[in-house]
Structure formats: C-alpha cells, structure tokens
C-alpha cells in the first residue's frame, strides 16, 4: 500500500545564498533527472532486448514568492544546492552536486506577490558521478 507523503521545502542553500520559506514566502522545488533512451530491438522483437541510458542530465528548478530573494545574484561557480525538506515532523537533507545557475525568470504584477524561478543544471568533473545524494 502506498502512503502519501508531503515535504515542503523550508530552505535552499547554494555558495554562500540562503532561501528561507520563513523569511522569504513558499519555496517550490522540482527537478529532472533523465537521459536519451537507447533501445536494442531485433526482428520481431515487441520489446527491447537491451535498454542503455545516454546523454543524462541534472535540472534542478526553484520557484521563490518573493522577487527580491533573487536581487544580487551572480554567476558563481558550480556549488551544490543543499535542500532542507520538511514533512511536518522531521527534516530530510538532499543535495544536488556541482550546480550551476543557468536562468532567472521572474513575475512583479502590481500590488499582489511575485514569483521568479531559478534554473540550474549538474556539472559533472568526471562525468558518472550520482548528482544527487
């Protein structure tokens, strides 16, 4: 049997920046973990006889209430983000290694919250190290 369980993002750390859902609004946290999928059929087959995994990569996208938690960001080298989930009870830690921010998008209509989303993406040294931990 399944069990549902919600974690909620309470901070974000990267280098030396620190994103706090208490001082700073909801924190959203999502990612992408794939590669290109390479598939060995012969004849007839209906199924692959082999299934090879290529070209991975690691997206790791922040969605922040507040635009001004994004005000003098830089480009910093790659730094893992470090985020601290919370599931109403306890705290989980998972780190993205080696991420570098790529894109900044963000949203200030008039007298109402923003939102602004940060991009970043797995830089790997030697190129088959697990990203996530």
């Keep these: 049997m399944a069990v549902d369980l919600t974690l909620y993002p309470k901070t974000l750390v990267w280098g030396e920046t ?3 859902a208490e001082a700073g609004g909801t924190i959203a946290l999502r990612y992408m973990h ?13 199924y692959s006889r082999a299934v090879v995994v290529t070209d991975k990569s690691l997206r ?12 003098g960001l830089g480009a910093l080298a790659a730094t893992n983000l ?4 919370n599931d109403g009870s306890a705290d989980t830690t998972v780190t993205f290694a ?4 790529y894109s900044v998008n963000g949203n ?6 923003g939102d602004c989303e940060l991009a970043f993406v797995h830089q ?3 190129g088959s190290a697990v990203p996530i931990t």
């Design 18 to 20: 620190t994103w706090s």
């Design 34 to 46: 794939e590669g290109t999928l390479v598939e060995d059929r012969t004849g007839t087959d209906q």
């Design 60 to 71: 790791v996208f922040v969605g922040l209430r507040d635009v001004k938690q994004i005000l």
């Design 82 to 85: 470090v985020a601290t989930l």
């Design 98 to 101: 080696t991420m570098i921010l």
């Design 108 to 113: 200030q209509p008039r007298a109402v919250p």
């Design 124 to 126: 790997s040294a030697a």
